[in-house]
């Protein structure tokens, strides 16, 4: 059996098509779907919206706790600036 170089990642099928794993569309961190909701490891979602002429299109990708956080935190303070700015 072959041994790949330091840094590299073989992707087999499981992990290309593995239905049940739920992965933040960020870092790819594992998402617990069954998580109870409380605390401060509470996932979310983003919302991508683009619009082409007539037809607008709606993407919601899964995202980890850190990451949420993180993409939330930094949307309120660009909303700070542009709004100090005018």
Do not use: S
Not at 11 to 17: M, T
Not at 30 to 50: A, E, H, K, S, T
Not at 64 to 86: D, F, K, N, S, Y
Request: glycine share 12%.
């Amino acid at each position: 059996m072959n041994k790949l170089p330091e840094g590299f990642v073989a992707a087999n099928h499981k992990i290309l098509f593995d239905d049940d794993a739920h992965r933040c569309d960020v870092c790819n961190e594992l998402i617990d779907p069954q998580g109870d909701g409380n605390g401060y490891d509470v996932g979310g979602r983003g919302l991508l919206l683009w619009t082409r002429g007539d037809e607008r299109r709606y993407f919601e990708p899964p995202l980890c706790p850190r990451c949420a956080t993180a993409i939330g935190v930094t949307a309120l303070h660009r909303w700070e600036i542009e709004e100090e700015e005018g």
